[in-house]
């Protein structure tokens, strides 16, 4: 088996020591490290074989006139950019077989940069002293595997700092001796799909029906991160089609609010780009999604609130902003290159948007479906259909359009 290659990114100037300790873990598994210094408190180096120059000139900077301009945020953005362009090449030159980030603010935010520039799959570590926060900035919508370090890593790793840090890098070893690359499966056409909770009696269902018809299914949780890894890895022509049951991050990127807008806006837009068979419903558009009761904007605490759980509130739309996620949707359906049906739940769009639910609004549905229709160029196939979302009926009309778009597909 050839020798692996983990690479270890730090700030070399103010964590030298541990980044020496994790380096000893990866000798002693026989594997290859490559340091890359994204300090920038000296320039003289440090033995790296990315130096902080080095990777400031990947960023088409001189590190020595940034640190002299002396704004951090411009210096920690070049480290970022300059590490992913080191990533990416070791990456496409098959000399990266996985990736570990340690660091305190700075550090973190330029360790995460350059690993968002990786493929999926590809085992990435972060230990950070700040990952017991909002983490969403730093990771995206990449697989970034992320460990609270719970001590500072300044100065020679202690007892606390020892367990954390090789617990990180023998996971990470782990990861890269037995873990396996995203592949598309070539004997099988996929299928994206997205969902909620609050629509995942439909997206079991759903998902039954294809596997059924020989269909792979990969099913993104409408969380903001789920739902633009989903667009990029449509972009990447991983998909031959796509149920889009739950665009309910279409709703809170139009509002721009709630904890699950896309981590990259344009919700709706790869499909459209990609020309791949499109069905399209309207799972989960009528509310946002927030965290804790008390993270509600002062503006939406009078609105309808439903908490899912503890950590969860759910906060209803307002019908204005219905029509306004009524006519995004139709222009960027608009824009499909492919085949597109819409299939409307008359009987209500989740669990709470049902006749008797906290968010059931059928003057709401009205205006957002009037914007919608509207909208819509002609010759898109739009249908209402007298179910819940959740019925069996409506989630096997779902699955019988996309395998119908499919088929002619196929024949064309």
């Known amino acids: 088996m050839p020798q692996r290659n983990i690479a270890i990114i730090s700030t070399l100037d ?15 598994f026989g594997c290859n490290s490559i340091l890359i210094d994204v300090g920038a408190l000296t320039t003289l180096g440090t033995g790296a074989e990315y130096s902080n120059n080095d990777v400031a000139q990947r960023a088409g900077v001189d590190l020595a ?22 990533l990416k090449e070791l990456s496409d030159d098959h ?10 603010n700075q550090g973190t935010a330029i360790a995460s940069m350059a690993m968002r520039s990786l493929p999926f799959g590809l085992p990435k570590f972060l230990v950070s002293t700040v990952a017991s926060g909002n983490m969403r900035p730093y990771v995206g919508h990449k697989d970034i595997n992320v460990v609270f370090s719970v001590a500072d890593l300044v100065g ?9 840090l090789r617990n990180a890098m023998c996971a990470l070893i782990g990861m890269v001796e037995h873990g396996i690359p995203v592949n598309r499966d070539v004997e099988k056409r996929t299928v994206a799909l997205s969902a909620l909770g609050n629509t995942e009696p439909a997206a079991h269902r759903i998902t039954e029906r294809l596997l059924e018809n020989g269909l792979e299914v990969i099913t993104f949780h409408a969380s903001g991160a789920g739902g633009s890894a989903m667009e990029e890895l449509i ?5 031959s089609g796509i149920i889009d049951l739950t665009p309910h991050e279409l709703s809170e990127e ?16 790869a499909a459209a780009r990609a020309g791949i068979p499109q069905v399209i419903s309207t799972g989960a558009l009528e509310y946002l999604c927030f965290g804790p009761r008390e993270s509600i904007p002062q503006s939406m605490r009078k609105r309808k609130i439903y908490m899912h759980n503890p950590f969860n509130a759910n906060v209803k739309v307002t019908q204005k902003e219905m029509s306004e996620i009524g006519k995004t949707m139709a222009a960027r359906i608009n824009e499909s290159r492919g ?16 006749e008797g639910g906290a968010f059931y609004d059928p003057k709401g549905y009205q205006i957002l479906l009037t914007s919608l229709r509207r909208g819509l160029k002609p ?9 819940h979302i959740n019925d069996t009926s409506f989630a096997d009309s779902c699955a019988d359009a996309l395998l119908a778009q499919l088929s002619e597909d196929i024949k064309r």
């Open 14 to 28: 103010t964590k030298i020591e541990s980044v020496l300790f994790l380096e000893e873990i990866v000798n002693e």
């Open 65 to 86: 006139d940034l640190v002299h301009a002396g704004k951090r945020d411009e210096i920690m953005t070049a480290m970022g950019v300059g590490a992913a362009h080191v």
């Open 95 to 104: 000399r990266l077989d996985g990736v570990i980030g340690i660091g305190g």
């Open 156 to 164: 020679r790793p202690n007892s606390v700092s020892r367990s954390i």
């Open 235 to 239: 972009d990447a022509g991983v998909f």
């Open 254 to 269: 139009v509002v721009g609010a709630g904890a699950y807008v896309p981590v990259v806006p344009g919700r709706m837009n």
């Open 339 to 354: 085949p597109v049906t819409i299939l409307v739940p008359k009987r209500g769009w989740s669990t709470y948007g049902s």
């Open 379 to 387: 010759g898109i196939d739009y249908q209402e259909l007298d179910f």
